[in-house]
């Protein structure tokens, strides 16, 4: 956290994102803006979980298997965009 140009482009998402301390209210919040119209919260949260696995990334596998990959790969993502943002990598 000593990186504070780093923590500057990250804390306006840092706070919007304050409101979701868990992964059930991650997962609310995902599968209340999917295809969940009059669906339960049970089955908003299967539909969430089951749309991470199979549609987000799937060129690093989809599966349950394969969320911890699925994280570090968006993490590594996200670290290489602020690294262009701020102009220490050019790519």
């Known amino acids: 956290f000593g990186d504070t140009e780093m923590m500057d482009v990250l804390r306006s998402s840092l706070d919007e994102a304050f409101v979701v301390q868990n992964q059930t209210v991650a997962l609310d919040y995902i599968g209340r803006r999917g295809s969940t119209v009059n669906m339960g919260r049970t089955k908003r949260l299967i539909y ?28 590594y993502i996200v670290h290489k965009l602020i690294m262009c943002f701020t102009e220490r990598i050019n790519e």
């Open 48 to 75: 969430a979980r089951d749309l991470l696995h199979k549609e987000l990334l799937p060129h690093v596998g989809s599966g349950e298997q394969h969320a911890t990959r699925k994280a570090f790969f968006i993490g």
